[in-house]
């Protein structure tokens, strides 16, 4: 008899332009699986009449949240008005979702973020975003690339005793990049555990000691498109994993 595996709850989208779909890339799902944990997508609705509770009985269905990518985070949560440079936001999504964020802390299940879910970690948490890097940052390189999704395109280094450090164990990586938004300020009890050579934060993770939660990790890089080439990348999936079966990384 195998042993059990952790069920991973995975945020998903919501797209009310795409006829109403339920949308949750299949990398995520595929990642959760190689790093072997099972997978179950949590969609947002409109239906929910309270997103507080709902994510908190969403959470007692699994053991870890990651939180994936996707459109812009609403400003208006970490109390500015839309940039002109504003993408697509969801706040059905950004509601249920910074829900799950609050209670994963609160109640000490592991949360990986990435991308979006990176940047969304960090508002519900407490901190802000840059709402557009070429905007608010004129010498920061292009984290937007035109190109295959697995393919790396930038440095980072990753900061020495971090959790992320213990985790991939290297100093500097080469990580692919899909975002014009950026983490900034960071969130109370967050720490950067990586940046890119222009200093926009490609990694958050919550400082030990800072609440009941001993997982709560953020990279602003795909990971889960990277693995197959890559496979130093499943190692933040395994991590999750490992974590919600009470391990440490
Ligand atoms: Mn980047």
Redesign the pocket.
Known sequence: MSAVKPVIIISADWREEAGGAIELGNWYVSAVIQAGGIPLAAPPSEDFDDFESAASDILSAGSALLLSGGPDVDPCFFGQGPHRRLGRVNPVRDQLEMALARHALKRGIPVLGICRGMQLLNVAAGGGLVQDIQSSMPKALC?FVQAPRAYPT?WVTVVPGSMLHRILGHDRIRVN?F?HQACSPLAPGFVQAAR?DDG?V?AIELQPGQGPSHFALGV??HPECMFRKFPLFLRLFEALVKAAQGGMP
């Open positions: 984290h930038h990049s975002h890119a926009v490609e602003q890089w």
